[in-house]
């Protein structure tokens, strides 16, 4: 199970996307129908459904799915369960989803569901319940060639094995292709659940790389958030080498200035039904605040989004931030960061390592032919790197930061897209 949001200011993420999308649509010479377009999600289905709980009640829960645009290809994207999961929210992940797969190339479009719920407080059973009747709900939009859910924050494969089953019951044969992100025994794909986390130490180390910093035990980097993108992050950097000296989630932060041994912490949480670091002794206990302002080379939020604002953004004093997260930095703290001449690596370059994998079990399903793990590995290598260059190609070309090209980047695919296909009727 994913690590939960950790206090978030109330900020718009739509209203965060749509900047991100002014600011980046401005470069580009595409017809005003064609950027106005692009601003909209095609197409949102609300729907209000009953469960029955444990103790023989019914409560009603409210979810979403929202198809944000098809142009490229069936619409991708995860489904997340929290309890301040809103329209908006889930229109802004749905658009960072096309941005993402156009950035990295893939044959998609961009989605996102979620559920009004706190996955730590149902049981199993009625998590599968509540997953089983949420899917029959969206199952009218999603199918292995229209729309593929995904694990998101508060969903995991067991999630996603519910939403295949429940899918594969109605139309009365299996298929597998209709979600990734599965368990392995059912068709997921080797190396997807430690993908994003992966992808995102593929993209720090290679803009360290490209910095001449090349000795990871020189480098110290901080992990805000314990769920699946900040800890398998934490343990693919501490495998190759880097010093992870502070990690965090909703129990707390956990400093330990000489690193942190992440095979320790992974033992330590795996043992706890969530996953959460609570009782982790090793280290010292930092607030978040702290934790993003502490001295480090490389801070990576990989939490949830509004981590970084203008209120937090001056205390930064890491050179590089890495967004493991969906949407950590607003606009204003980008602006204070980029002033700073602080490295963002944006979210839909960082953590396109999830959906990359995500597109590899989807071909590996339709095709019935599994890769083994290196495979998977160095096809999700080669997508990330040619798409980090492209990024800073066009940041060189347009005298941009690496936000502002990599969606200059993805908007440009989707326009020429558009425009190539027509606009029916
Ligand atoms: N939820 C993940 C993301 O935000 C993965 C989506 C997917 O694999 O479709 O990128």
């Known amino acids: 199970m994913a690590v939960q949001a950790q206090a978030t200011e109330h900020i718009n993420p739509y209203?965060?996307?749509l900047q991100q999308y002014?600011?980046?649509v401005a470069y580009l010479d595409l017809p005003a129908g064609i950027k106005a377009f692009l601003r909209y999600p095609?197409?949102?289905?609300s729907v209000n459904f009953p469960v029955r709980m444990d103790n023989g009640d019914i409560q009603i829960f409210s979810g979403y799915r929202v198809h944000h645009n098809t142009v490229l290809g069936p619409s991708k994207g995860g489904i997340r369960y929290a309890p301040n999961v809103d329209l908006d929210e889930v229109r802004a992940l749905a658009m960072w989803m096309t941005w993402k797969c156009a950035l990295v190339n893939l044959p998609y479009g961009g989605a996102k569901g979620g559920v009004i719920c706190d996955p730590y407080k149902l049981s199993q059973n009625e998590l599968e319940r509540l997953t089983r009747r949420y899917a029959a709900e969206i199952s009218i939009i999603i199918s292995p060639h229209s729309d593929i859910p995904a694990p998101d924050m508060g969903t995991n494969a067991q999630t996603m094995a519910w939403i295949m089953d429940t899918y594969s019951m109605t139309v009365g044969y299996s298929v597998p292709a209709v979600v990734t992100g599965k368990p392995l025994n059912i068709g997921g794909s080797e190396g997807r659940q430690e993908a994003t986390g992966r992808g995102v130490i593929i993209c720090m180390d290679e803009a360290l790389r490209r910095r001449g910093q090349d000795d990871p035990s020189k480098i110290r980097l901080v992990i805000q958030g314990f769920g699946n993108v900040g800890s398998w992050a934490?343990?693919?950097a501490y495998d190759l080498g880097y010093k992870v000296i502070a990690i965090s989630d909703i129990t707390g932060g956990y400093y330990n200035e000489k690193g942190l041994n992440i095979d320790d912490?992974?033992?330590h949480t795996a043992k706890n039904r969530h996953g959460l670091l609570e009782g982790y002794t090793e280290a010292d206990p930092i607030s978040n605040e702290e934790l993003l302002a502490l001295e480090c080379d490389v801070l990576a939020p990989c939490a949830t989004e509004n981590q970084i604002t203008e209120h937090n953004a001056h205390n930064i004093k890491a050179s590089m931030i890495v967004e493991g997260a969906?949407?950590?930095?607003?606009p204003e703290a980008d602006d204070i960061l980029n002033e700073k001449g602080v490295l963002i690596i944006p979210d839909i370059l960082a953590n396109a390592g999830g959906v990359t994998v995500s597109y590899f079990e989807w071909v590996q399903g339709l095709q019935s032919f599994f890769w083994d793990v290196e495979e998977v590995n160095r096809q999700l290598r080669r997508v990330l790197i040619k798409a980090f260059d492209e990024v800073v190609n066009t940041a060189e070309q347009y005298h941009v930061d690496m936000r502002?090209?990599?969606?200059i980047t993805a908007i440009k695919r989707v326009g020429d897209a558009t425009r190539t296909r027509?606009?029916?009727p």
Request: charged share 25%.
């Open 15 to 17: 209203k965060v996307a």
């Open 404 to 407: 502002t090209a990599a969606q």
């Open 326 to 330: 969906n949407g950590p930095t607003t």
């Open 42 to 45: 095609k197409r949102e289905l």
């Open 265 to 267: 912490v992974m033992a």
């Open 234 to 236: 934490a343990k693919h």
């Open 422 to 424: 027509g606009i029916y």
């Open 22 to 24: 002014d600011r980046a």
